[in-house]
């Protein structure tokens, strides 16, 4: 070959690499007054006559159709000379752009933000809450595209608090792909926010309303969680990681290093009960950056955000993160046994309860929640079931079988990490059904095979066999209590649960 050739070869090479690569820029500012976010969508390099962008109808841990686009207003298209170009509507969540020849163009459009929700958008006179998935549009198969955001703020708003990376510009924030940018909440305002650093990683802790943290050592109590989740995984998989702390309201959505949560609207807790309350909420969101973000179930990542995503396998992902609170927060020394006692015979006194128990099984509870996760049919609690209630419940058991059918030498912690190093890090997946339960058998040494009718079926629990098995009692009320004449395999077993 000519070297001529060659040359203008790899030079058509480059230009073709470039104009692959599309540049994807967002600015983003807001009117606090009327409730509105404003985008500014930059899109350069585009390689087709159309281009499809898409807004997701999810959130990833908030199993339900949102239906975001219903917010977008206003949405317009403009070539690079700043002339208006066509467009048209597909579906409830998709926006063909006519760019012709044009490979450079912008879309402009604002986003109504008046709903106070962790997986919602909320933008008032002193602050704005922006979970990506309700903001943001990518274009159709480039969800792996980088993509940046510049926020222009209110005089008012002072602080930016996000897991999202940031850039030399105080207010420029970068992701990798848009995963990252739909899993990186934003609050904007005037928030209080300290930084520490802990065992080699960086935190924030944004607190929007911080009347009363000086009254515990919350921080101090943070760290301690932190170490015992990830010496309990054995790998930090972020870099860092941000607590997003909002005021009084209800409910709190994990993110691989974020979380954002609503709180009592103070820090002056009334009794230490709702401080361990608290912290065992907190516990939970930051433990799901292992168990659902990393451990996972294969339905949920990479998502279709398009339509709903079933998954029999929530009663893991969710019901053993509630399990998981009390152990972490006992290891941590914050709670006491009779704490995680109770809570334990609060959860089983709720299943135990209700006639749900006797229509729907664990397994169902997981794959119908998108019918059910605000369905408040007055026939709910005789007809169905939570696997945030009976899953911890298989936490605690299954902890004990394992323990029990080993000698005490493994336990759940095993079957969590052996998903986390073989299925996330390993194979870069998620696990399937069939994978779990052949886990599990690997880790005892045999088939849970009880266990697995416990969630699979609507057959009644033999609790007081598994309490025996840790050297528990439990009575007609479903209170546990340890038990006096207790020695050898038992004794261990509820040693290593529930400490001395
Ligand atoms: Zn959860």
Redesign the pocket.
Known sequence: MKRSVYLFLLGIFFSLSLFSQTGIHYDVSFDPEEHYIHLNLSLSGLSEETTTLRMPVWAP?YYIIIDYPKNVVDFNAFDSEGNPISWEKEGKNGWVINNGAFRDITLSYRVYANTQSVAECMVTSDKAFIPGNGVYMHIEGKKESPVSVCFTLPDRWKQISTGLKRTEDANTFYAADFDILYDSPVYIGTQQVSYFTHEGHHYELALETPEGIEEQDFTGDLKKIISTCTALIGDVPYEDYCFILMGRGGG?L?HFNSQACFTYGTYHFETEEMYHGFLSFIT??YF?LYN?KTIRPIELGPFDYDREVFTPLLWI??GF??YYELPILLRAGIINKDYFLKEMSAVIRKVEGNTGKNHMSLRQSSYDIWLNFFNRNANGADTRISY?DKGPIIGLLMDIEIRQMTDNRRSLDDVMRALYWQYYKEKNRGFTEEEFWQICTEVAGQPLTEMRRYVETTCAIDYTKYAAYAGLEIDENWNISISESCSGLPLCIRESIFGK
């Open positions: 841990g709190g994990e939970h969101e799901h659902v992902s969710e993160t509630v945030y």
